[in-house]
């Protein structure tokens, strides 16, 4: 009778006399085509393999596209260009007034609600240098756009010092109300002035096309 232990020894005497330079030729063959499969081929195996890694890699890209629809219709809301960007000035003054209700024990809540506004500034930013001011210095209102664009580099300065000073900072509240004054001031230059200005001679169709750039840009970088 041949035990469970024999059997297991057999297989490794058998394995060791193999490894010594008795390959069989089946073996050889075996492994040869292991060889082939490996450097030139997918495999038996391979077709659900490369099926299921693209659907994975379609199941990422489905979920960023969702991830920026959701965003997007957060973001912003159904109009022309400078609707849009009214409502997107609004969401960053309200998370300005949140910022304003913290106190200093609430350091995490400050830090969160301070990326928030990073990451609506620069999508709002981005829409207007990449589309709209461009296209108010084809229309000869170079000297705004000029301006506007300056003051979107002291937005970038304020995040920048306030992400140096840290939440817990003494003059941290101080900081975000100079900061919440400037881009109050900035998008009240905008919605009031320029904007108008800009948009009283424009076609309807570039109107649409303005609108149609707005919201492809921030619909890249929701
Ligand atoms: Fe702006
Ligand atoms: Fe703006």
Do not use: C
Request: net charge negative; aromatic share 8%.
């Amino acid at each position: 009778m041949v035990t469970g232990t024999g059997s297991r020894t057999s297989n490794r005497n058998s394995s060791r006399s193999r490894s010594s330079g008795e390959t069989t030729k089946s073996e050889s063959q075996s492994s040869q085509s292991r060889r082939n499969r490996s450097a030139f081929s997918w495999g038996d195996n391979a077709g659900p393999m490369l099926g299921a890694a693209l659907a994975g890699a379609a199941i990422g890209f489905a979920a960023n596209y969702g991830r920026k629809f959701i965003m997007q219709g957060m973001d912003s809301t159904v109009g022309d260009w400078d609707e849009i960007l009214a409502a997107e000035h609004d969401i960053a003054l309200a998370i300005f007034d949140k910022m304003l209700a913290t106190d200093e024990t609430q350091s995490f809540k400050r830090k969160m609600l301070l990326m928030k506004l990073t990451h609506a500034l620069d999508k709002h930013t981005h829409e207007e240098e990449m589309v709209v001011y461009p296209a108010l210095r084809e229309d000869d209102l170079a000297t705004d756009a000029d301006h506007l664009e300056s003051e979107h580099g002291y937005i970038k300065t304020f995040i920048y010092e306030l992400n140096e000073m840290g939440p817990d900072a003494s003059s941290w509240l101080e900081k975000v109300r100079e900061f919440r004054d400037l881009v109050a001031e900035h998008a009240h230059m905008e919605e009031e002035q320029v904007f108008p200005r800009f948009k009283k001679d424009m076609t309807e169709e570039q109107n649409a096309r303005v609108t149609s750039l707005v919201n492809r840009d921030g619909f890249w970088m929701a």
